[in-house]
C-alpha cells in the first residue's frame, strides 16, 4: 500500500463522516461535525494499520479481524456516553447508533471496499434525514408555548437549554424577566406531542421550577 492510496482512503473518510457528522450537526446532536469525522478517519486508519503490518510482515492475517474488533468495541464506550437517562427518558440512542455506525464506515474504507463505502453513506444519510422527516411529518405541526416561573439564576436557564438540546427541541423565541427572587421564562417551540410529553415531564422534575403554563 502506497502513501497515495493511504492518504486516498483518508480524506474519503474524512468526506463521508463528514456529510454524516453535517447531519447531526444540524440536528444539534452531541456527536456532531468533527465527532463523526474523527471517529470514521480513526477507524479507517486503524485498518489501514492493520494492513500494512500484514503487508510489511509484521503481522498476520487474524490481526485486521482483531483490531477491528477493537475498534467496534472501544468506539462502543463512546457511544454509551452519548446517552442520557433522565428521570426514565433515555436519549441519544440515535447518536451512539451512528458513532457505531461511522467506525464500521471508517473500516470499510479502511479496508478499500470504496463502492460499499459511498453505498453505506448513502443509506445512513438517507435514514438519518429524509427517514426523520417523514417520521415527523405527520405531527410536527404543534407549536407548544411555555411559561415558566423559576428560582432566579443562570443555571435554572441553562439547565432548560441542555434539556431542549438532547430532546432535539429548538426554541422559537425566548424572553426572560426577574422579578424579585423570581424569574418569568417564556418561549416556544414546534415539536411533536411525543417529544414535548418527555420534555415536559423532565421539566415537572427538574430543580428550581416553581410553576408550568402551556398554551
Not at 11 to 20: D, R, T, Y
Not at 146 to 173: D, M, P
Not at 198 to 208: A, C, E, I, T
Request: charged share 20%.
Amino acid at each position: 500500500m502506497d502513501l497515495i492510496e493511504v492518504t486516498l482512503k483518508l480524506v474519503l473518510a474524512v468526506a463521508l463522516g463528514g456529510m454524516i457528522g453535517m447531519e447531526r450537526e444540524t440536528s444539534q446532536k452531541p456527536a456532531g461535525f468533527r465527532t463523526n469525522i474523527l471517529i470514521c478517519v480513526g477507524s479507517a486508519m486503524m485498518m489501514i494499520l492493520a494492513q500494512l503490518l500484514l503487508g510489511g510482515g509484521g503481522g498476520n492475517s487474524s490481526e485486521i479481524a482483531r483490531i477491528a474488533a477493537a475498534v467496534i468495541v472501544g468506539v462502543g464506550f463512546i457511544g454509551a456516553g452519548t446517552i442520557i437517562q433522565a428521570r426514565g427518558n433515555v436519549m441519544g440512542l440515535t447518536s451512539a447508533a451512528t458513532i457505531w455506525t461511522v467506525a464500521g464506515l471508517g473500516l470499510v474504507i479502511g479496508s478499500g471496499y470504496y463502492v460499499i463505502a459511498l453505498i453505506f453513506s448513502g443509506i445512513v444519510i438517507l435514514t438519518l434525514f429524509f427517514f426523520r422527516r417523514l417520521e415527523g411529518r405527520p405531527t410536527e405541526r404543534l407549536l407548544y408555548r411555555y411559561q415558566l416561573k423559576t428560582r432566579a439564576g443562570r443555571e435554572v436557564l441553562l439547565n432548560i437549554k441542555k434539556l431542549a438540546l438532547h430532546e432535539g427541541i429548538k426554541f422559537k423565541e425566548i424572553t426572560h424577566r426577574k422579578e424579585g427572587a423570581e424569574s418569568i421564562l417564556s418561549f416556544s417551540f414546534p415539536s411533536s406531542e411525543e417529544k414535548e410529553q418527555k420534555f415536559n415531564q423532565s421539566l415537572l422534575y427538574m430543580d428550581g421550577i416553581q410553576e408550568i403554563k402551556i398554551d
